[in-house]
């Protein structure tokens, strides 16, 4: 990440993507540039396939 400003890291479920968005780029900054970037967290997901894939492994 390159550039000059803030960067604000909140986390809240997928559902509340849009209301965050709103709220932010009505209220937080005033007269500032607001750019949103959502991402995801994959961790529990990526556990559960490796967990899956080693357990395929024992079993052949």
Same mark, same amino acid.
């Given at each position: 990440?390159?550039?000059?400003?803030?960067?604000?890291?909140? +986390? !809240?479920?997928?559902? +509340?993507?849009?209301?965050?968005?709103?709220?932010?780029?009505?209220?937080?900054?005033?007269?500032?540039?607001?750019? !949103?970037?959502?991402?995801?967290?994959?961790?529990?997901?990526? @556990?559960?396939?490796?967990?899956?894939? @080693? @357990?395929?492994?024992?079993?052949?």
């Amino acid at each position: 990440m390159m550039g000059i400003g803030q960067v604000v890291t909140v +986390r !809240f479920p997928a559902s +509340r993507l849009a209301e965050v968005n709103l709220a932010l780029e009505n209220t937080a900054w005033g007269s500032y540039k607001t750019e !949103f970037y959502p991402t995801y967290d994959f961790k529990a997901i990526a @556990q559960a396939e490796q967990n899956k894939a @080693q @357990q395929t492994q024992t079993a052949q």
